[in-house]
């Protein structure tokens, strides 16, 4: 019997699971993924279809491809797939005792400690704020000049995200070595540290050390809390005062892991997607016409940018879900098979890694017309080609682990959007990014440069 054929649950023998070719002795095609993952990813499934296997190093991986095998991927019970075993990686990030260092049961109580702050009144105060970072970033570029997109929108979303859900305490200190921290911290969400998150090579150094600065950071702005005895109305308050089911109130260690996993959820990815977002309509004159004509449709009598106009706002998000489609920011999703999984006669063996990748989903030709093409206006009736499947679109996930995050995500993006086009016009100074696979979170190689010049109409949007 070969590794890749089990008895089924009625004791006959499943179909073999196909092989990726081109696996080399002792690393598999780890140095093929390393290269170039989606690129790995994508013939799969042209060679293969649905379901295939392939190896990085000693780990064995199936892929899961297309919305129907998505649809069992995501459905499958924690204690048939495990996420934990697939996000080791990020235990240094997040710290102990939260996230994926915890039973599922604890993390589930966990993520519920947001839900507070996820609720429509807190985006009201949030689509403000919002506003807010983003002027006061827009009024320190001038009339007309250069930036690197990727770097500013990294760190506009930082000054967002702290903001919104740490606190004002800590948003004053991003200028004043929390941002530098954080940056240092995200480096260490890299390919190399899936495999090995203990590895002492440079990335891991700064990761650590910056993981104790925010901690450090986090910790002293509750202890000042606690001695004058604030009481703010945001995050880190609900955690400061939150009880697990059976009573016992959060530790400090654990209040702050949640924080740093918060500040993640919220700003990692947005970051990324907020460049591509740029870089794609900056070389699309049509669709910044669009949404610029929408803002003004939808703000045109107080002017004021608010929850309720950002909601409005589809074209631009259509651009937004086109982005996702094509730029999604997590390539790829991991679970570890506990239980061996049944999919179309196949036997998925428990001790298997198995994956999702969006980034060669959402290209599939049979779902989304001219894949390689950006095309906000699919999203649009009457093709709504978003709407075929569920799980056509996972570029947050999907089932019980999609991220709790997306609405804030969205509403970022489209508030920094709305501000920026409004202000300004922009084209690429650069030839079109390829994307930096070095990092787990996929952004565009540097340098991506934007030229910017102010509207004289600008400022319409208060």
């Not at 929390?178 to 899936?194: R, T």
């Not at 804030?408 to 709305?418: G, P, R, V």
């Not at 070095?438 to 400022?459: D, E």
């Amino acid at each position: 019997m070969t590794e890749a054929t089990v008895a089924n649950h009625n004791g006959s023998s499943a179909a073999s699971i196909p092989e990726l070719s081109g696996g080399r002795p002792l690393i598999g095609h780890l140095r093929e993924f390393l290269k170039d993952p989606v690129g790995m990813l994508d013939r799969c499934w042209r060679d293969h279809g649905d379901l295939v296997r392939f190896r990085l190093g000693t780990r064995k991986f199936v892929l899961f491809t297309g919305p129907e095998a998505h649809d069992c991927y995501f459905r499958a019970p924690e204690e048939q797939l495990d996420a934990r075993a697939g996000y080791q990686f990020t235990v240094p990030i997040f710290g102990r005792g939260v996230a994926y260092d915890v039973e599922p049961e604890i993390m589930a109580e966990q993520l519920g400690f947001l839900y507070p702050a996820l609720r429509d009144a807190s985006m009201r105060r949030y689509a403000r704020i919002m506003y807010e970072e983003t002027s006061a970033f827009a009024d320190t570029l001038g009339e007309d000049g250069t930036i690197d997109l990727p770097l500013h929108m990294n760190e506009l979303t930082v000054k967002i995200a702290s903001r919104c859900l740490l606190g004002q305490e800590v948003r004053d200190q991003v200028d004043s070595g929390f941002a530098e921290a954080y940056h240092d911290l995200e480096g260490g969400i890299n390919l190399l540290g899936f495999f090995a998150p203990k590895l002492p090579i440079p990335a891991h150094v700064r990761r650590d050390r910056a993981r104790r600065k925010i901690s450090k950071i986090l910790l002293e702005v509750m202890s000042e809390r606690r001695r004058c005895g604030t009481a703010t109305d945001d995050f880190m308050q609900t955690l400061m005062e939150a009880r697990y089911n059976d009573g016992r109130t959060l530790d400090d260690e654990e209040a702050t892991g949640i924080l740093v996993t918060t500040l993640f959820a919220g700003q990692h990815t947005s970051a990324v997607l907020a460049t591509w977002i740029g870089v794609e309509m900056f070389r699309d004159h049509d669709c910044v016409t669009r949404v610029r004509n929408e803002m003004q449709e939808v703000y045109s009598e107080d002017g004021a940018l608010s929850l309720a106009g950002l909601n409005k706002q589809s074209a631009l998000g259509r651009v937004v879900r086109e982005c996702e489609r094509l730029h999604p920011p997590l390539i790829i999703l991991i679970r570890k098979v506990i239980e061996p999984l049944q999919y179309a006669g196949h036997t998925v063996p428990s001790g298997t890694m198995a994956a999702v990748c969006s980034a060669s989903s959402h290209r599939l030709p049979h779902l989304f017309s001219d894949p390689h093409r950006f095309d906000p206006e699919r999203f649009a009736d009457p093709r709504n080609e978003g709407d075929q499947h569920k799980y056509a679109l996972i570029g947050f996930g999907g089932g019980k682990h999609r991220c709790m995050g997306e609405k804030f995500a969205l509403l970022q993006l489209k508030a920094i959007w709305t501000v920026l086009l409004d202000r300004f016009d922009f084209e690429l100074d650069t030839e079109f990014p390829a994307p930096n696979y070095g990092s787990w979170v996929t952004g565009p190689k540097l340098p991506c440069r934007v030229r910017y010049r102010r509207r004289s109409q600008a400022n319409t949007i208060s």
